[in-house]
Structures are given as structure tokens and as C-alpha cells.
């Protein structure tokens, strides 16, 4: 008795057609797992009240490039790692000279383009000195001397006329900038525990996806 056992069909065309099922499954579920993370992250960050544009600065990027492969690998990063690391693990904010951190109150305004404002941008712009109140046992303040309230929508404040100055009237002095030592910021957010869960969730979703493939070839 002679048994005769052969391959039915193209084995090389079998082979390939396993190989790209791979670089599929492969490739989506790392672009799925990549994109979740990224969303995650910006959620994160939005949910601190940390507004849409730092949230904004998470990327995601799947390599290679417009590509499947069964090496496909996912990058999750941000455009500001300073600020996001400093809320990711807490730290201690102190003045690079040793003096004082300047945070801008709401009199201060914002610098050209939406510039974060600093003492001496300010200075530059108005052209006026402003002068250092020190507080005991509470931040020390940089105010604006002779300054007048603007009418209308508008509103805020601004130098008042040689006039005004003159008589007297309606001169306020502003606190335009409050003076600390340093800033403590919290943990806000967990990027090593949301970039845990995303990549035990890969094994998973590229086994689902050649299940998917398996009901589609057996249907066909």
C-alpha cells in the first residue's frame, strides 16, 4: 500500500499570502494601539485644565512609514517634553539666577503673538520701571506706578497722561507681577501606567485580527 500526500494550490502564493495577513495584523494593531495612546495622553492633559494646545503637542508616528510590516513599531511623543514631564512627575520650579519666579498677573497682559509676559518685556513695551514691594510672609509683588483704568471693552489698565499724573486723579498703582521663590507643580498625569495598558493590549489585537482574516479567507 503506497500513500501519496501533496500540497494543493501555488505553495509560494500561500506563503505570501500568510506573510502580508501578518504585516496587516501587525501593522494596524500597533497604528491602533499608537493612536489610543496618543488620544489618552491628550485627554490627560486636558483634563488637568491645561488647555487644548499643550494637549495637542502629543504625536503619534507608525514606522515603517506608509508601510505594513511584521516590524512595524509605534512612537508616542510630545512637542513639549519639559512641561509635560515637569506635570508627569512633579518638580520644583526655581528662578535660573536664584531670585524670584515672575508670574504674570492679569493686569500684565500678554507680549506680542500671545507672548508669555515677563517683567522686562513688559518694561520694554510700556516703557515704564516698575517698582519691587517686598511682603513679609507673602509673595513680594512688581507693580505699575500711575497707571489708569481703560474705558470700555477693552479694559485693563494703562500709563495715565502727563495731565492725569499732574492732578492726581484716578492714579492707581497695579500689581502687574506676583514674585516667588519657586513653584511646586503636582502629579497630573500617569504616561507610564496609559503607555502599559495600550501595549498589553497589542498581543490581543493582532491575534483578533488574524482571526478576522481566517472568517474572511473561510468564507471566501
Given at each position: 500500500?503506497?500513500?501519496?500526500?501533496?500540497l494543493?494550490?501555488?505553495?509560494?502564493?500561500?506563503?505570501?499570502?500568510?506573510?502580508?495577513?501578518?504585516?496587516?495584523?501587525?501593522?494596524?494593531?500597533?497604528?491602533?494601539?499608537?493612536?489610543?495612546?496618543?488620544?489618552?495622553?491628550?485627554?490627560?492633559?486636558t483634563?488637568?485644565?491645561?488647555?487644548?494646545?499643550?494637549?495637542?503637542?502629543?504625536?503619534?508616528?507608525?514606522?515603517?512609514?506608509?508601510?505594513?510590516?511584521?516590524?512595524?513599531?509605534g512612537?508616542?511623543y510630545?512637542?513639549?517634553?519639559v512641561?509635560?514631564?515637569?506635570?508627569?512627575q512633579?518638580?520644583?520650579i526655581?528662578?535660573?539666577?536664584?531670585?524670584?519666579?515672575?508670574?504674570?498677573?492679569?493686569?500684565?497682559?500678554?507680549?506680542?503673538?500671545?507672548?508669555?509676559?515677563?517683567?522686562?518685556?513688559?518694561?520694554?513695551?510700556?516703557g515704564?520701571?516698575?517698582?519691587?514691594?517686598?511682603?513679609?510672609?507673602?509673595?513680594s509683588?512688581?507693580?505699575?506706578?500711575?497707571?489708569?483704568?481703560?474705558?470700555?471693552?477693552?479694559?485693563?489698565?494703562?500709563?495715565?497722561?502727563?495731565?492725569?499724573?499732574?492732578?492726581?486723579?484716578?492714579?492707581?498703582?497695579?500689581?502687574?507681577?506676583?514674585?516667588?521663590?519657586?513653584?511646586?507643580?503636582?502629579?497630573?498625569?500617569?504616561?507610564?501606567?496609559?503607555?502599559?495598558?495600550?501595549?498589553?493590549?497589542?498581543a490581543?489585537?493582532?491575534?483578533?485580527?488574524?482571526?478576522?482574516?481566517?472568517r474572511?479567507?473561510?468564507?471566501?
Open positions: 500500500m503506497k500513500l501519496i500526500a501533496a494543493a494550490g501555488n505553495l509560494d502564493q500561500m506563503l505570501a499570502d500568510e506573510v502580508r495577513i501578518a504585516e496587516q495584523a501587525v501593522t494596524h494593531s500597533i497604528r491602533e494601539a499608537t493612536d489610543g495612546l496618543k488620544t489618552e495622553l491628550r485627554s490627560q492633559v483634563g488637568a485644565g491645561l488647555g487644548q494646545r499643550l494637549a495637542n503637542t502629543w504625536r503619534a508616528e507608525v514606522y515603517p512609514k506608509g508601510k505594513l510590516s511584521i516590524k512595524a513599531a512612537l508616542v510630545s512637542r513639549a517634553p512641561i509635560v514631564g515637569a506635570h508627569d512633579g518638580a520644583t526655581r528662578s535660573k539666577d536664584g531670585f524670584w519666579l515672575a508670574i504674570p498677573l492679569p493686569a500684565a497682559g500678554k507680549g506680542p503673538r500671545g507672548k508669555r509676559m515677563t517683567p522686562g518685556l513688559w518694561e520694554k513695551i510700556r515704564q520701571r516698575l517698582r519691587f514691594i517686598y511682603r513679609r510672609g507673602k509673595p509683588l512688581l507693580v505699575a506706578e500711575n497707571q489708569r483704568a481703560r474705558q470700555g471693552q477693552r479694559g485693563g489698565f494703562s500709563a495715565a497722561s502727563q495731565k492725569a499724573q499732574t492732578t492726581g486723579r484716578g492714579l492707581v498703582t497695579v500689581p502687574m507681577f506676583l514674585l516667588v521663590p519657586q513653584v511646586t507643580l503636582k502629579k497630573k498625569f500617569d504616561i507610564d501606567r496609559s503607555s502599559r495598558r495600550w501595549i498589553s493590549t497589542l490581543q489585537r493582532i491575534a483578533n485580527r488574524f482571526d478576522e482574516a481566517d474572511k479567507g473561510a468564507a471566501s
